[in-house]
């Protein structure tokens, strides 16, 4: 008979087989916290799976209240994954129904929040990293990662791709007649992203500067990495940029054109947030479009990213409600906001 140690590392082998390596690292978190639980409450790991119970979920949430309420969410998703295949591998007979109303009944929920949108910042930053490329430092190297920088720069802005996205791609996957790529993205779905004209420009920048490099390597360009590493480590090998570097330059320039107070604000996804916003007001609002060109999977996501700047509100508030003094008018709604 299957015990409950041997269940749970069966299911984290399925899950390394399936998932990514982060979730993977999640989900073995959310399990280790599940066995510490039980541990508490007089179960051992031994116990057979059979005997795996929903009020086991129960304390397992209960114990969730001194995490965040984005981790408690996430456990909850991989134990609630681990009952479901214990119950598809007809190691115990659990009723699902009642286990996902319980997981309704018990999780907290998260507030809805405003994603950040600080577009004049967003701004700045591109005005900074664009000005530094021209400037055409005279070290070689010190230049391709400023012509590096900014070409991942203005991708992450006029793409909407995740920071993972963009250090994933390599020559091979951009269609530079189609101006698009092919990109794996998040839960393994594959999706088409547009890129802008400025964007490609900046690409083909620097890779025309990266050529004699890129054609040591001995390998076809194509498998070479879109954005790669110009660091004393890499040496004349051309190695993928990780996320974590990426999100390091755009530390570094949000510092350097914002101040050592922007540390920490502006992030890969603060770009993400800027272009489905961008796409939402350029296109009038429209949800759809937007929906489809940043991939979320639910509408509702992307109706976060509605919400106007308090430069729009006051503005839109006065025109109400404070008209010219020659307009004795009674409130109206100006037309842009009808």
Known sequence: MRTLQDALGKFLDEIAASRSPNTHKAYAQATDRFLDVLKERGVSASVLASELSIEWMGWFIQSLHEFAVATERLYITALTAFYEYAAAENWAPVNLPALRRLCRRR????????????????????????????????????????????????????????VSEACGLTRGHLDWI??????????????????????????????????????KQGRPLSGLPLFARHDKGAGERVLPLSPRSAEKIVEEWA????????????????FRHYFVTVVLRGSGGNLRLAQELARHRSIATTQRYTHLSDDELDRGYHQIFNPPEEEDASPT???EFA
Do not use: C, M, W
């Open 333 to 335: 709604l100006p037309r």
């Open 107 to 162: 999780a907290r929920r998260e507030a809805t929040r405003l994603p950040p949108f600080p577009r004049a910042e967003i701004e700045k930053i591109l005005e900074t990293v664009a000005q530094a490329a021209a400037a055409s430092p005279h070290d070689e190297r010190e230049f391709l990662r400023i012509l590096r920088d900014r070409a991942l720069l203005y991708v992450l802005a006029d793409t909407g791709l995740r």
């Open 178 to 215: 189609e101006a698009r790529a092919r990109v794996l993205g998040k839960g393994n779905r594959e999706a088409i992203v547009r890129f802008s004209e400025r964007s490609l420009r900046y690409l083909r920048a620097y890779l025309d500067a990266r050529a004699e490099l890129d054609g």
């Open 255 to 270: 510092v350097r054109t914002l101040g050592s107070g922007a540390r920490g604000t502006i992030t890969p996804h603060t």
